[in-house]
């Protein structure tokens, strides 16, 4: 079992930044696949982001693409989510997420993920 928690949420004017952190603990030793989707409310979970356990291969969701960067931390399984240029239709709660995987894998599908965080809150007001 592996437990995800997420911090670096909050309240951004529109234009700023932030950036989230995605930190695991419990079954560390495997190697994970990591991604970010947002849901806000009444909306269907949107994927965000996604980077294979090797970190060379990433891919993003077309409404963040060029504004967000994920990458791992020096432990390999923490991940980040550098978010920039934000606009209100950012506003959502944000989810890590895990999938066992290797090498050059990504994901972009919800389901594919076996582990997920209880979220932190973006708000961006206009």
């Known amino acids: 079992q592996v437990h995800l928690v997420e911090s670096g949420g909050g309240l951004v004017q529109a234009g700023g930044s932030l950036t989230l952190s995605c930190i695991p603990s419990?079954?560390?030793?495997?190697?994970?696949?990591m991604g970010w989707f947002r849901q806000a409310p009444g909306n269907e979970r949107e994927f965000v982001a996604t980077?294979?356990?090797?970190?060379?291969?990433?891919y993003y969701g077309d409404s963040v693409k060029g504004r967000f960067t994920i990458s791992r931390g020096n432990a390999k399984n923490t991940v980040y989510l550098q978010m920039k240029s934000l606009k209100p239709e950012d506003t959502a709660v944000y989810h890590c997420?895990?999938?066992?995987?290797?090498?050059?894998?990504?994901?972009?599908?919800?389901?594919?993920?076996?582990?997920w965080g209880q979220g932190t809150q973006v708000t961006v007001s206009s």
């Open positions: 997420a895990a999938k066992v995987g290797r090498g050059s894998d990504v994901y972009t599908r919800p389901i594919a993920y076996d582990y």
């Open positions: 419990g079954r560390t030793f495997s190697t994970y696949v």
């Open positions: 980077i294979s356990w090797s970190g060379d291969s990433t």
